[in-house]
């Protein structure tokens, strides 16, 4: 269990994805099976395991530890795993042979409730304090380990001739210790692939109107881009599976759309938030995410809606090698018997002007852009440059003052450049958001600059700075937020433009803001 | 006439005085006469009238101030009276020169002061020696059970694993300048890094006289210029400076005690937390009190409270002293 615990260790302190893509790699190379597979699970969020509450935790410690030693540690470590992992007291000599990742797995999934403190304190006894760290995350269920199901899929990949579309084509089927995925990555036989399997989606990417100019309009159709999730929503030998654009499973926080998915078939659409005929904000679909279930009340008041603008299998027939023509007129006749279920429109445009006014005025708030797809092409997993292009609205901009500024990791290390800034209400600067990119190297040296001539205070890592400095911030859209003071949360913000030609007096108004989220 | 303990010894605004030897410990201001453990600059302060500490002490004393640092200094070696006191020093295992005093009245108790202290061994200086004493007034940094240092050798080898493993990335040690930053670099050197390791500025002088003493550090080079150098050692505040702007892409690291709990090093954007410790953790710290066996146990500074509870579940008696001043890891 110590490479699983340094690990997790490493993950935690690593914030560049590039690193932690090495670090990930470079277990999965170097543990022998079955533990890299446990780890693989834990990781992917598919190991389902015993849970053990903080309360007997507590109370197995209390049995060892002085009660107040322990509260004056924790106290001071601020996290109850951190401090039981630290400060359960074993002797270190007389630790027996290492623990593997598997027999802890083994232990918390077979273990009945009964048994479980005994089992636990065993295991604490066994373990080193990064291992018990480690293992009491596993059995807390609280891992917070910052890596995607994607991330993971790519750090398979690495090393390996296989790529990380085929590892999710096929990912779905594959359990916990993954032997046939890992006998495959190896160079062997496939492995058996699962029932209504997620299959890679093909993703667009951004273009400018100067980069579309060229480009001939018949050739393509245009979508709009719904404020919502990319879904695939598969139903097929009577299984029906809703996954995200990364191959996770959220069918569980989705039973309406589980329910009206009465095709056979696999279709790619858009997952949004549906009263009436009127889509709600993207904010509204959030309250419905990443939930294990969900009230009655919340289906009635939140209920969802696919728009889908693609088709990928239909009755047993794969139609992906298909130009997108072909699966259009596919995905217009097929039935789906669910107002749930509807499609998305085309866009009726003649010339990139005509495109260019339909995307400057969307008929409803919930749409940031258009797509722009070629006729002629199949349906290829990836991002392929080319086919798809996605077209966002001009970014909404208010002028900010920068209140605080924290510095950066990695290859920002030593810069100050994780800003906090703030609108005026009243005499008041009321901070609104952070920003950490948008802006240039040189505009970063610029800023870095300023933060270190102009810090008020300083509270840890971070620095108060004098209003002096308004900013150019851009942002995506706007959602009602009571976590915020301000009220209001903006989505994507970032430093478009520094306005040193302005005083911090004439930065925007609160009031502003809020007028947009109106709007 | 038998003193006792408090008579002898007191805390002060200035710091621990000896009454009937009329100096202070590890003064926190200009005093006539100071007794000074080790060389940190918390508990070694330019600007006294005469300074009694080990040669180590008072030549890194005289790097760091200028060699009139003190009206007077004068080399611990062996027992020493001073008014109606004999004093002794004796390595206390946590820097270069780093001593615990020994003050023995007439009549009365004997009484160490611990100054700060390590008893794991550590290449660049004299392994702690215990000290037969009646009143032990210890450090506490570390004074709590979740502390427990691992093996050095293990957290020199996470860096070399790290290294190796982003071999394109600098990798920046924040370490202090006295102890810590030579200690780090012997234990690279013994994990088997042999290249040229480079060290900022502010490191240079103290590094140049552990080599002087016969401490290998092996090839160092500037960090202005580091060359092929991957391994960086720098002042811990270097890294909230421009000057770590130099690196591309580094990997921050930092080398102490208190890289045990997360948040510690979370708060300082800390990439490669190393365990790596110049003080007692808790089992060395609970294990010297029951070795030494003290009538009463005084605590100087850091986490007094939870030693002061072991004391009472111990059945020793202690005190906590409360000396404002003194950093939990100075520099």
């Known amino acids: ?519 | 006439m038998t003193r006792r303990a408090e008579e002898v010894i007191y805390p002060t605004d200035a710091g621990l005085y000896c009454v009937p030897g009329d100096f202070y410990i590890d003064p926190l201001r200009p005093v006539p006469r100071a007794l000074v453990t080790h060389g940190h600059a918390d508990h070694a302060r330019p600007g006294h009238g005469a300074v009694m500490a080990t040669r180590e002490t008072l030549d890194i004393m005289a790097i760091r101030y200028g060699d009139d640092f003190a009206g007077s200094r004068q080399i611990a070696e062996g027992p020493v009276r001073i008014g109606a006191v004999t004093v002794s020093f004796h390595p206390a295992g946590h820097v270069l020169g780093s001593s615990q005093i020994l003050i023995a009245p007439d009549h009365g108790p004997r009484i160490l002061i611990s100054g700060d202290y390590c008893r794991t061994p550590n290449p660049v200086c004299q392994p702690w020696e215990p000290v037969n004493c009646d009143i032990f007034i210890t450090e506490a940094t570390f004074g709590l059970p979740i502390f427990r240092h691992p093996d050095p050798m293990t957290e020199a080898g996470r860096l070399l694993t790290s290294m190796a493993e982003f071999p394109g990335r600098p990798h920046l040690i924040g370490a202090y300048a006295l102890g810590k930053a030579q200690r780090v670099i012997a234990l690279a050197r013994a994990a088997g890094h042999h290249g040229p390791i480079a060290i900022h500025g502010a490191l240079k002088r103290l590094c140049d006289y552990h080599v002087d003493q016969g401490i290998d550090l092996g090839p160092l080079v500037p960090a202005t210029d580091p060359g092929e150098a991957q391994l960086i050692l720098a002042p811990p505040s270097a890294f909230a400076s421009p000057w770590v702007q130099r690196f591309r892409d580094p990997v921050l690291s930092y080398a102490s005690g208190w890289m045990t709990v997360r948040a510690q090093a979370r708060r300082r954007g800390i990439e490669l937390p190393l365990v790596i410790s110049d003080h007692v953790d808790w089992p060395q710290l609970t294990a010297t009190i029951r070795e030494l066996a003290p009538q009463e146990v005084w605590i100087t500074h850091g986490a007094e409270d939870g030693l002061t509870r072991w004391c009472e579940i111990e059945g020793i008696s202690s005190r906590p002293l409360r000396l404002i001043g003194y950093e939990d890891e100075p520099e």
């Open chain 1, 1 to 519: 269990m110590k490479a699983f615990a340094r690990l997790l260790e490493r993950l935690a302190f690593t914030p560049a994805r590039n690193a932690k893509l090495t670090i990930l790699s470079h277990y999965f190379q170097t543990t022998p099976d079955p533990d890299r597979g446990y780890a693989l699970a834990v990781l992917t969020g598919t190991l389902d395991l015993r849970q053990v509450s903080p309360s007997l935790l507590k109370r197995l410690v209390s049995e060892r530890v002085d009660e107040q030693l322990f509260r004056l540690s924790y106290d001071f470590v601020g996290d109850l795993a951190e401090t039981i992992a630290l400060i359960w007291p074993t002797d270190a000599e007389a630790r027996a042979e290492e623990v593997s990742l598997s027999q802890a797995v083994t232990v918390l999934r077979e273990t009945g409730k009964l048994a479980l403190p005994g089992v636990i304190a065993d295991l604490l006894d066994r373990l080193t304090p990064p291992e018990r760290l480690a293992l009491l995350k596993l059995a807390t269920g609280n891992l917070r380990i910052g890596v995607s199901a994607r991330l993971t899929h790519t750090a398979l990949a690495m090393g390996t001739s296989r790529s990380s579309e085929e590892i999710e084509e096929i990912w779905h089927g594959q359990a916990a210790p993954f032997l046939p995925l890992f006998t495959w990555l190896a160079g062997g036989a496939s492995p058996a692939v699962a029932l209504a399997p997620f299959r890679p989606v093909m993703l667009a990417t951004p273009i400018t109107p100067e980069e579309l100019a060229p480009l001939d309009p018949a050739a393509h159709v245009a979508e709009w881009k719904w404020d919502g999730i990319r879904v695939q929503a598969v139903a097929e030998g009577g299984l029906r599976k809703l996954y995200t654009r990364a191959g996770e499973e959220i069918g569980t926080a989705f039973p309406d759309i589980i329910e009206a998915m009465t095709f056979e078939g696999a279709v790619d659409g858009e997952l949004l938030i549906r009263r009436g005929e009127e889509i709600a904000p993207f904010g509204d679909l959030q309250k419905r995410l990443g939930r294990k279930s969900i009230s009655r009340t919340m289906l009635q008041s939140h209920p969802a809606a696919l728009m889908l603008y693609d088709i990928l299998t239909w009755e047993g027939e794969d139609l992906r090698p298909l130009p997108l023509s072909a699966r259009r007129a596919r995905l217009e006749s097929a039935q789906f018997d669910s107002p749930r279920i509807g499609l998305s429109p085309l866009l009726p445009f003649e010339t990139w002007e005509e495109l260019t006014r339909i995307r400057a005025e969307p008929h409803s708030p919930v749409i940031e852009g258009v797509m722009i797809k070629r006729l002629d092409t199949p349906y290829i997993a990836g991002r392929p440059r080319g086919p798809w292009f996605k077209w966002k609205r001009d970014p909404m901009v208010i002028d900010a003052v920068l209140l605080y500024a924290q510095s950066g990791h990695g290859k920002r290390s030593g810069f100050y450049s994780d800003f906090t800034f703030g609108l005026w209400e009243g005499e008041e600067l009321i901070p609104v958001g952070k920003a950490y990119f948008g802006f240039t190297d040189e505009e970063l040296r610029e800023l870095d600059r300023f933060v270190r001539k102009n810090t008020v205070q300083r509270f840890g890592p971070v620095r108060q700075l004098a209003p002096n400095l308004v900013v150019e911030v851009a942002f995506e859209g706007l959602n009602v937020s009571q976590r915020h003071r301000s009220g209001i949360a903006m989505r994507f913000p970032r430093i478009s433009r520094i306005r040193t030609d302005k005083p911090a007096s004439e930065a925007d108004r609160l009031e502003t803001l809020k007028a947009m989220l109106r709007s």
